[in-house]
């Protein structure tokens, strides 16, 4: 009897469901499990051996079972998925007295969904090698709702290769969430696959060994760097025997022939190859070499297709004795590119549309050249055709054909077309457009418009309806609907549900939340527990994870840690990571690279890398450059740019547009701006104004702020809460404030608290330090510390203590060692030195030295100075102008020019000189 179901014949094999395997009947041979070399009885199947997945993979199926879903089984080949997933069907007690429901084909699975429907059978679906079903007229997303709706389990494997191919929208961020269609994709979205590791673990091992197959216990004890499972089935035998053959002496024909088929197999052309195709495309596998001497054609033939260790053959025979198929183990670990003469013979030789299909799938990533040529014919008769030709087109930036495609599919009602064009319209800022096909496609049901429209209604700010569609797309399974929803609720400022959700979903597996989980992590404060997500991610490829990372780290001070993160966003074109990678190289010292790299980013627009690149050139003193990239930078709200650019502005004189910028800096919380703008103030006489500015900076912990209002505090005589503040500051690190502080309490009368501050800042360092304890140890006649305190900062090559070391050794009647110090000190300008010296010079006799070092002093300013040069005068007969000298400083309060000045009026001759 012949039955029919929606006017499509169902084959013979599929008509009578009480034919089909029972569970407990079905082999692992039938499944599609690899042969071994047959054991003493001729069994070409060793026992199974449990794997590490064993119980989880039965629970699933048991869900499955009461649920219905997709249970996939993924690995390399030869890593022994068929028989894991055979083994586990057979196991599960959930499945006992099930029928196996095995199609050849994605149509003739289709056909088999209505069988099921109209007959109500239990069964399971089992789908080796998925790959052959994921074709537009095959597993796609409605047969396998309907599947699910009738709780039938479907249990598939699929090689890892199959698996990057058919889900490569999974991974690329370039589809911009464009949809392919006919390829399965939406299908092996909706589960999380089984990974079985081609390499057994070393509990694997351990159950190997208590086999009592033999074959078992060679694979255990020979399998070296391979999997035991692949070692079983000859798998790398086989391949090395392959790769060994083409030299001379071996079967380089063969070994060509093969190559051919492995490119065919891997062009998604269905096997089985004529011998006729076979024997044109190998001849550009043949290297040209003469003294390779290849094999005869019926030779190589013969190598190729010969059965090895009574498992398999390179080249498998077919029912059809002129056609070949290939072992699947060759093209699994073939890394070579596939090469142009197999592509076009694919082409070529492609029998129907479904096998053009397959090729354009294959070809996307590696040859779109050769996935438009596969789909072009087809895409006016075929929806997933023209579909995937869109998105083949917006990949190559050809966004107007790509646009043409999807109009002229969505037109005729196509739901993932509208869907595509919705998301390609709104990408491009045509949200008008865009909104109504994403509406008309979430509205059908298409997950993916719904969630794109919760983008572009979250954008436009419509945040409550967004929520609703992204919440639709949580409860459908969709990852990046949680991500997305997580996202919208961390900025509307519930970070608490936010992370729950993000929790929940990323302890049931769902990576997509990687990121976004470690960035609200970060931005809460949590940076440890969010380090090892966002190296999850960055690891992954997502790059703003690896720049949040590498912010975590700078903000460490894990420089070189960050660098490597940054550039590698960098690289992928991320601009906020070129900006920050500038920000490090300046911070680094790598001046050369940083202006490169915040030129790059600046000139695309970051106004972080403008305001940072603008900084680096006014400190090389590249005003003219700098000025305008900080006006552009503060006018975007970069705040140290207007901190930066104010500063700039009041050094060349421009003071009041320079307070501008610095209050604009203030106001956003830039405290060094504040300090700059009180420091100003100060100068002006505005000290009210300043002490504010100062207070706030102060108040925020800012050293410089509190170091300065402490120093204000002290000239305005409040001096009790001058030193509180120079107590903190110096408590937090600020030598400078230490210094003023040992300064405040010396003049207070508190010399013994005076001397432990300066000691600790002249231990930390601090120069300044030094001198004030020298001169505080001078005061109290503590000669020999105060001359050890001054030749250690001398040492150092500090002019202050140099001078104050010169000053001290000429009081203490070593004028000969004083001298070259203190002519070093006044070289520099030091006019304490060069009184100093000029009053050593005058006691030596040294006249005319002593008058031009008395007479530099003195017109400085320095009144002891002049007082000498007046008493220097009057004994060397230059009575008027020493008169004018010692009235001038007697003036200026001078008690020994006073009495000099007197005695000289008197007409007696005094010489006692000031100090």
């Known amino acids: 009897m012949t039955i029919t179901t929606t006017g499509v014949r169902v084959p013979a094999y599929l008509q009578d469901p ?30 199974y051996v449990p794997r590490d997945t064993d119980l989880a993979l039965r629970d699933r199926l048991a869900r499955a079972a009461r649920e219905g879903g997709l249970v996939l089984v993924l690995g390399e080949s030869a890593a022994g998925k068929t028989r894991a997933a055979h083994h586990a069907v057979r196991t599960c007690a959930a499945l006992a007295g099930y029928r196996v429901l095995a199609p050849d084909t994605g149509p003739d699975l289709v056909v088999a969904v209505d069988v099921v429907a109209a007959t109500a059978v239990r069964c399971v679906v089992w789908l080796d090698d998925l790959e052959r079903f994921l074709t537009p007229d095959g597993l796609e997303a409605g047969p396998l709702a309907e599947l ?33 269609s006919g390829t399965g994709a939406r299908v092996l979205k909706q589960t999380e696959p089984f990974r079985l590791q081609r390499r057994w673990s070393a509990e694997e091992l351990a159950r190997a060994e208590d086999s009592d197959d033999p074959r078992i216990i060679d694979a255990v004890t020979h399998h070296g760097s391979h999997g035991v499972a692949e070692y079983l089935a000859a798998g790398p035998a086989l391949l090395t025997e392959w790769r060994n053959a083409t030299r001379p002496g071996g079967n380089p024909r063969g070994a060509a022939l093969v190559a051919a088929a492995v490119d065919l197999t891997r062009t998604g052309l269905r096997p089985p190859y004529p011998t006729e195709l076979l024997t044109t495309l190998h001849q550009h596998y043949l290297p040209d070499d003469p003294l390779l001497r290849p094999e005869t054609l019926e030779a190589a033939l013969v190598w190729a297709a010969r059965l090895r260790h009574g498992a398999t053959s390179l080249l498998l025979p077919t029912r059809d004795p002129g056609a070949y198929g290939v072992f699947d183990y060759l093209p699994d670990h073939t890394t070579s ?34 996935a438009e040529a596969a789909w072009r014919p087809l895409s006016r008769r075929n929806t997933h055709a023209a579909i995937n030709l869109g998105i083949l087109f917006y990949r190559a930036g050809r966004a107007e054909e790509a646009e043409a495609e999807f109009r002229q599919v969505a037109a005729s009602g196509d739901i993932d077309a509208a869907a595509n064009l919705g998301l390609l319209l709104s990408r491009a800022g045509r949200d008008e457009e865009a909104e109504p096909l994403l509406r008309r496609a979430s509205d059908a049901g298409h997950m993916e418009a719904t969630i794109n429209l919760g983008v ?18 949580v409860a459908a399974g969709y990852p990046h609907a949680t991500s997305n929803l997580g996202i919208l609720l961390a900025d509307t400022g519930r970070s608490e549900e936010a992370e729950t959700l993000y929790r929940l979903a ?16 970060a931005r809460t404060g949590r940076s440890r527990e969010a380090e090892p997500l966002l190296r999850q991610a960055a690891a992954a490829g997502n790059i703003a994870a690896a720049t949040n990372l590498a912010a975590i780290l700078g903000t460490a001070g894990r420089n070189e840690e960050a660098e490597p993160l940054l550039r590698q966003a960098a690289a992928a074109g991320n601009i906020a990571a070129a900006a920050h990678l500038g920000a490090l190289l300046m911070e680094t010292g790598q001046h050369e690279e940083a202006e490169a790299v915040n030129r790059q980013a600046a000139d695309a627009g970051h106004p972080l890398a403008a305001g940072n690149l603008g900084i680096l050139l006014s400190r090389a003193e590249r005003i003219q450059e700098a000025e305008p990239l900080l006006r552009q930078a503060a006018a975007a709200g970069y705040s140290p740019a207007a901190a930066h650019l104010g500063a700039l502005l009041v050094d060349t004189e421009r003071s009041e547009e320079g307070q501008a910028f610095l209050r604009q800096a203030v106001a956003a919380g830039e405290m060094g701006a504040a300090v700059s703008l009180g420091l100003l103030l100060v100068e002006t006489g505005r000290s009210e104004e300043a002490e504010s500015l100062f207070r706030q900076a102060a108040d925020t912990g800012s050293i410089v702020g509190m170091a300065n209002l402490g120093v204000l505090l002290m000239g305005t005589g409040r001096r009790g809460e001058a030193e509180q503040v120079l107590r903190r500051a110096a408590a937090d690190g600020s030598i400078r404030s230490a210094v003023n502080l040992g300064a405040l309490l010396w003049e207070s009368g508190r010399t013994e608290e005076a001397e432990q501050v300066l000691r600790q800042a002249s231990t930390a360092g601090s120069a300044d330090a030094a001198v004030n304890l020298g001169i505080l140890l001078t005061a109290q006649d503590r000669y020999e510390e105060a001359e050890e305190v001054y030749r250690q900062a001398a040492a150092a090559g ?9 000053l001290l050794l000429a009081n203490t009647g070593r004028g000969e060692e004083a001298e070259p110090l203190l002519r070093r000190a006044a070289a520099t300008g030091d006019i304490q030195a060069v009184a100093g010296l000029g009053l050593l010079l005058a006691k030596a006799g040294r006249n005319e030295e002593a008058e031009q070092m008395l007479r530099q002093a003195s017109t400085a300013g320095h009144t002891g100075s002049t ?41 007696g001759e005094r010489t006692e000189e000031t100090t």
């Open 18 to 47: 009480q034919r089909w395997s029972l569970v407990e009947d079905w082999d692992a041979l039938t499944a599609g499990a690899h042969r071994t070399r047959p054991d003493e009885s001729g069994g070409a199947v060793p026992a």
């Open 148 to 180: 699910i709706r009738l709780k039938t389990p479907v249990v598939a494997t699929m090689q890892s290769r199959h698996y990057d191919t058919h889900g490569s929208e999974l991974h690329q961020e370039d589809l911009a969430g464009l949809q392919a």
């Open 337 to 370: 590119p596939v090469t142009a003469h197999a592509w076009y013979s694919a082409l070529d030789h492609a029998t129907d549309d479904e096998e053009r299909f397959a090729i354009g799938v294959h070809a996307t990533a590696a040859a779109p050249h050769i």
């Open 456 to 473: 572009l209604l979250a954008e436009a700010g419509q945040n409550e309806e967004a929520e609703t569609l992204y919440r639709l797309g």
């Open 506 to 521: 990323y302890a049931a597996g769902n990576t997509a939340v990687t990121a976004n989980f470690g960035v609200l992590l």
């Open 798 to 806: 500090d002019i202050d203590a140099i001078a104050g070391l010169g």
């Open 867 to 907: 007082a000498n040069l007046g008493i220097l005068l009057a004994g060397t007969g230059g009575h008027e102008e020493a008169e004018e000298m010692l009235r001038q400083a007697a003036a200026a309060g001078d008690g020994i020019a006073a009495a000099n000045l007197r005695e000289l009026l008197a007409g």
